[in-house]
C-alpha cells in the first residue's frame, strides 16, 4: 500500500539523506513540549507536532510548482514538484489494428457477446502501450539543523487565506520561525528562516531525488540539480529539467561542497528555489529550463523578503478572498486539525465544514492557475515516481470533479488550464478519430497525460470508454454559462462542434429499438452480469451526448451559425436512447435492465446519475419519477465508499434537495478512513478530487442555479440552522450573497457580472429580477427588493 511505502521512506529519512555524491547527517528529532494555542486565523490547519508522513505535510502551490513542508525542527523536509515533469515524450498510442477490428467488436456486443468483444478489444483495439506516463517528482530539499535538545510550544500551521505554512518553536531560550510560500507572482517557492536572537540561523543544505540527475553547487550560494526525465512503459525520457535553490543568509557565513552547503551564524535566511522543464507543449519538447529557472531566482532575488511575500498574498487573496462561508462556530476550532478530524463523529463542530469547503478552493488555486497543466489525480502534489494511477488525468470522473467547484465557488480563471488540455485533446484526438474510428472530430477515452494521449487504455472494461471529450466539454460550456463571454465562445464552439462531430460519425443504431448508441462502451468501471463491462449505449453515455448535442445547438443559436449542423445534432439528440425506469424502481445503468444482477450492488461510480449532477436532466421539480429512480439508485450503492464517490453521493442528494442526507455522508468524508491528517482526501489512497467534490457539495447545499433558475439554499442541512455564504457565482452571470437564521433566510444580495435576467427561487416562491452589468440588488427573504 502507498502508505506502507511512505513510512518506510520517512524511516529511512530519519536516518540518512543519500545524495548524488553526498550524505547529509541528519540529527534525531527533539523530544516536543508544551501545548501551542490555535493561530489567530481560524482558515488554518495546525497541528502541534511534525509531520511523519506524506499524508501529514502541508502544501503550498502557484499553479506551477509546488511544495510538501514536513515541518521537522532537526531534519526539514520539501518535497517537490513541477506540473510539467511527467514520464516519457511525444507519441501516439492508436494500435493500427484497432479500426479494421471495430466492426467485429460492435457486432459481438450487439450480439451479446460482450466477453468475446472484450477479449478482443484487448487484443486488437487497447493502445500500445497500454499505459500511459506518470506524473512525477521533482525531488527534496532536505535541511539538516543542528542537534537540538528540548523544543516547546511547537506548532506547524497552513493559513489559506495567505497561502503560507509556517513553523514555529522555541529551543534553548530562542524562537525560531519558517515560513514557505509559492509564489504565483514570482515563480519561486520561498523559504524563510528567523530566529528571534541573533546569529542564531544555522543549517546544512541538500537535495535528495529519484530522478536521473547531476546535483552540484554554483556561485556559493546556489545549490542546482539538472536531469533527465525517466522512461516509461517503451517511451523514452524527451526532457531536461532543472531545480535550482539559492540561499540568502543576512549575516553569518556560507560554506560549499561540491554539491552541498552550510549555513552558519545567520540572522535570517531566505531560500528560493524554481525549477522547470523543457516543454514547451505535447509535441514539442524544446525549451530551456536552465535560462527559465536562472532568471526566476535572479528576479526573485533582487526583492527583499517582504515584497515577495506581499506580492504573493496579494495575487492569492484576489482569488482566495472572493468567497466567504460561516457555518457557526465552537470550542473544536481550538484544537489542532488533526484531532478535529478524529473527534468530527462526535458532533459540534460546524466550522470545520468550512475550513473543508476553503481549502478545496485552496487546492484548487494552488495546483490550477492560467499557463500551467490542469489539476490531476494529485492535484500538483506528489512524492512518487509512480504514483497511484500515475497521478494523470482520469477523465471518467475524476478530472472533472477536480473542476466542479471552480465556476460555483468563484475561480472561474482556474478552469484554464483544463480548457487549454481539453483543446490540444481535440487535435491529438482527431488523429485518434480518424486513426482508429475512421471519423472526423476528435475523441478521448477515460485518461490522459501531459502528452495528450487520446487512445483507450489499461484493458477493455476499464478504456473503452469513447465519451471522455464529450464529458469535458461540459466545462467548456459551463464557462460560458457562469460568464456570458460570446468572444470566449466563439473560441471553443470548433472544440465542442468536434467532439460532437465524432459522434454522428460513429454513433451505431440499436437493431432491437433503433435507439443510437455507443458501441463499443461500458459503463465507466462496472460490469454488468454477462461476463464484462463492454456493452453499447450505456446511459451516462446517452446522458453525456445529450448535454454535448444540446450545448452545441445552444452555442451555434447564439452565434448565429451552422445551421446545417444544428439540424443534424437535433435529429441525432431525438433518436438516444432515452432515460430508464427499471423494475426494482431505480434509473437503469444500461440499455437493459440489469442492474439487479451487476455483480457489486454498492459501487463505487454512479455514472449513470450523471443525469442528476452534474447535468441537469433529472430535477425533483422537472422530472419527479425519474428523481425518485435516482434516489433508489443511490440507496442501493450505499452512501460509504471511496474519498471522491462519497463526494460525488454528496452533490447528488443536495440536487435532490436532501440536506440531512447530504449531511450524514459528509460525516463519512470527513472521517479519517476518508480524510488524511493534512485534510487531503483518501480514495484510499490520496487522490484529490473528493477534496473538490466535497467543496462543491458544500456549495451545491447552499446555492444551485442549473434548469434555468437560481434556487437559494436548496439543501440546506439542520446542522448548520445559522450562517452566512458571500461570492457564490450562478449561472446567468450573478454573484450571490445569503444569509439565514433558524434555518431560514434572511438576506439576500445579487450583484451582476454579465447577466441581465435571473429567475429565483427560495422554497415554492419564485421572483424574476432585471439588472445591468456592475449592479446589485438587495432583497429579502419574500424575494422583493429591499429599497
Given at each position: 500500500m502507498l502508505t506502507s511505502k511512505t513510512n518506510a521512506h520517512s524511516l529511512r529519512l530519519v536516518l540518512s539523506v543519500i545524495l548524488t555524491g553526498i550524505s547529509l547527517h541528519l540529527s534525531a528529532e527533539p523530544q516536543l513540549t508544551g501545548n501551542a494555542s490555535a493561530p489567530s486565523e481560524p482558515l488554518s490547519l495546525w497541528y502541534r507536532q511534525p509531520a511523519t508522513k506524506w499524508e501529514e505535510a502541508l502544501p503550498v502551490g502557484n499553479g506551477r510548482i509546488g511544495a510538501m513542508v514536513f515541518g521537522h525542527v532537526s531534519n526539514e523536509r520539501l518535497q517537490l514538484n513541477e506540473d510539467t515533469l511527467w514520464a516519457g515524450g511525444p507519441y501516439d498510442p492508436v494500435n493500427p489494428q484497432a479500426q479494421a477490428a471495430l466492426p467485429q467488436v460492435r457486432q459481438l456486443v450487439f450480439d451479446g457477446k460482450y466477453s468475446e468483444a472484450g477479449k478482443l478489444i484487448n487484443a486488437k483495439v487497447i493502445s500500445r502501450p497500454s499505459g500511459q506516463m506518470p506524473y512525477q517528482t521533482a525531488g527534496d530539499l532536505m535541511l539538516a539543523f543542528p542537534d537540538s535538545g528540548t523544543v516547546e510550544n511547537y506548532r506547524r500551521d497552513l493559513n489559506l487565506d495567505t497561502a503560507v505554512t509556517t513553523v514555529e518553536y522555541t529551543e534553548s531560550g530562542t524562537r525560531f520561525t519558517r515560513q514557505v510560500f509559492a509564489s504565483p507572482v514570482d515563480q519561486v517557492i520561498v523559504v524563510r528562516i528567523t530566529a528571534d536572537k541573533k546569529k542564531a540561523v544555522s543549517f546544512s543544505a541538500g537535495?535528495?531525488?529519484?530522478?536521473?540527475?547531476?546535483?552540484?553547487?554554483?556561485?556559493?550560494?546556489?545549490?542546482?540539480?539538472?536531469?533527465?526525465?525517466?522512461?516509461?512503459?517503451?517511451?523514452?525520457?524527451?526532457?531536461?529539467?532543472?531545480?535550482?535553490?539559492?540561499?540568502?543568509?543576512?549575516?553569518?557565513?556560507?560554506?560549499?561542497?561540491?554539491?552541498?552547503?552550510?549555513?552558519?551564524?545567520?540572522?535570517?535566511?531566505?531560500?528560493?528555489?524554481?525549477?522547470?522543464?523543457?516543454?514547451?507543449?505535447?509535441?514539442?519538447?524544446?525549451?530551456?529550463p536552465e535560462a527559465i529557472v536562472k532568471g526566476q531566482i535572479a528576479a526573485a532575488a533582487k526583492k527583499k523578503f517582504t515584497k515577495l511575500l506581499a506580492a504573493h498574498t496579494q495575487e492569492h487573496q484576489r482569488l482566495f478572498q472572493r468567497v466567504a462561508l460561516d457555518l457557526g462556530t465552537s470550542d473544536a476550532v481550538k484544537l489542532p486539525t488533526d484531532e478535529r478530524i478524529r473527534n468530527f463523529h462526535n458532533g459540534n463542530d460546524p466550522q470545520f465544514a468550512t475550513l473543508y469547503f476553503q481549502y478545496g478552493r485552496y487546492l484548487l488555486i494552488s495546483s490550477s492557475r492560467p499557463g500551467g497543466q490542469p489539476a490531476n489525480l494529485q492535484g500538483l502534489w506528489n512524492e512518487s515516481m509512480n504514483p497511484p494511477w500515475q497521478s494523470k488525468y482520469t477523465i471518467n470522473i475524476n478530472t472533472e470533479m477536480n473542476y466542479w467547484p471552480a465556476e460555483a465557488c468563484n475561480l472561474g480563471e482556474c478552469v484554464e488550464p483544463l480548457i487549454a488540455m481539453v483543446k490540444d485533446l481535440s487535435v491529438t484526438g482527431a488523429r485518434t478519430a480518424k486513426e482508429m474510428y475512421g471519423a472526423r472530430g476528435w475523441v478521448v477515452h477515460h485518461n490522459t497525460d501531459l502528452w495528450r494521449a487520446t487512445g483507450p487504455i489499461d484493458f477493455a472494461d476499464a478504456g473503452m470508454w469513447p465519451s471522455g471529450g464529450a464529458w469535458l466539454c461540459d466545462h467548456l460550456w459551463d464557462r460560458y454559462?457562469?460568464?456570458?463571454?460570446?468572444?470566449?465562445?466563439?473560441?471553443?464552439?470548433?472544440?465542442?462542434?468536434?467532439?460532437?462531430?465524432?459522434?454522428?460519425?460513429?454513433?451505431?443504431?440499436?437493431?432491437?429499438?433503433?435507439?443510437?448508441?455507443?458501441?463499443?462502451?461500458?459503463?465507466?468501471?462496472?460490469?454488468?452480469p454477462f461476463g464484462s463491462a463492454v456493452c453499447a449505449?450505456?446511459?451516462?453515455?446517452?446522458?453525456?451526448?445529450?448535454?454535448?448535442?444540446?450545448?452545441?445547438?445552444?452555442?451555434?443559436?447564439?452565434?448565429?451559425?451552422?445551421?446545417?449542423?444544428?439540424?443534424?445534432?437535433?435529429?441525432?439528440?431525438?433518436?438516444?436512447?432515452?432515460?430508464?425506469?427499471?423494475?426494482?424502481?431505480?434509473?437503469?445503468?444500461?440499455?437493459?435492465d440489469w442492474d439487479a444482477q451487476a455483480g457489486d450492488q454498492q459501487h463505487r461510480h454512479i455514472s449513470h446519475l450523471y443525469a442528476l449532477f452534474p447535468s441537469s436532466q433529472i430535477t425533483p421539480r422537472g422530472t419527479p419519477e425519474l428523481a425518485e429512480a435516482a434516489k433508489v439508485s443511490l440507496n442501493k450503492r450505499g452512501d460509504i465508499t471511496t474519498g471522491w464517490a462519497i463526494a460525488w453521493r454528496i452533490n447528488c442528494w443536495a440536487r435532490l434537495h436532501d440536506g440531512d442526507r447530504a449531511m450524514s455522508i459528509i460525516n463519512h468524508l470527513f472521517d479519517p478512513s476518508r480524510t488524511y491528517p493534512n485534510m487531503f482526501d483518501a480514495h484510499p489512497p490520496f487522490q484529490i478530487d473528493g477534496n473538490f467534490g466535497g467543496t462543491s457539495a458544500i456549495a451545491e447545499m447552499l446555492l444551485q442555479s442549473q434548469a434555468g433558475e437560481i434556487e437559494l439554499l436548496p439543501a440546506l442541512p439542520s446542522a448548520w440552522p445559522s450562517g452566512s455564504v458571500k461570492g457564490l457565482r450562478a449561472r446567468?452571470?450573478?454573484?450571490?450573497?445569503?444569509?439565514?437564521?433558524?434555518?431560514?433566510?434572511?438576506?439576500?444580495?445579487?450583484?451582476?457580472?454579465?447577466?441581465?435576467?435571473?429567475?429565483l427561487r427560495y422554497g415554492s416562491q419564485t421572483a424574476e429580477i432585471e439588472l445591468k452589468p456592475g449592479n446589485e440588488v438587495r432583497l429579502n427573504p419574500g424575494l422583493q427588493r429591499v429599497r
Open positions: 537535495f535528495k531525488t529519484p530522478q536521473r540527475v547531476a546535483i552540484e553547487t554554483e556561485s556559493g550560494n546556489t545549490l542546482v540539480i539538472r536531469g533527465t526525465n525517466a522512461s516509461a512503459s517503451g517511451i523514452k525520457g524527451a526532457m531536461n529539467f532543472q531545480v535550482r535553490a539559492r540561499v540568502l543568509a543576512d549575516g553569518g557565513t556560507i560554506s560549499t561542497t561540491a554539491n552541498s552547503m552550510a549555513v552558519t551564524n545567520a540572522d535570517s535566511v531566505t531560500i528560493l528555489i524554481a525549477a522547470a522543464t523543457s516543454y514547451k507543449n505535447y509535441q514539442d519538447v524544446s525549451g530551456d454559462e457562469f460568464s456570458g463571454d460570446k468572444k470566449y465562445l466563439k473560441e471553443v464552439y470548433p472544440v465542442m462542434r468536434g467532439a460532437a462531430q465524432f459522434f454522428l460519425d460513429t454513433l451505431q443504431e440499436n437493431p432491437t429499438n433503433h435507439w443510437l448508441v455507443t458501441n463499443p462502451s461500458i459503463s465507466p468501471e462496472n460490469g454488468h449505449g450505456p446511459a451516462m453515455d446517452e446522458e453525456i451526448l445529450r448535454d454535448l448535442f444540446s450545448n452545441c445547438i445552444e452555442a451555434a443559436k447564439i452565434l448565429d451559425t451552422d445551421p446545417e449542423f444544428r439540424q443534424q445534432l437535433e435529429q441525432a439528440r431525438a433518436r438516444l436512447a432515452p432515460l430508464q425506469i427499471g423494475k426494482q424502481g431505480q434509473l437503469q445503468e444500461w440499455l437493459g446567468g452571470g450573478f454573484e450571490i450573497d445569503l444569509a439565514w437564521d433558524g434555518g431560514k433566510l434572511t438576506s439576500i444580495k445579487i450583484k451582476s457580472v454579465g447577466g441581465h435576467q435571473a429567475k
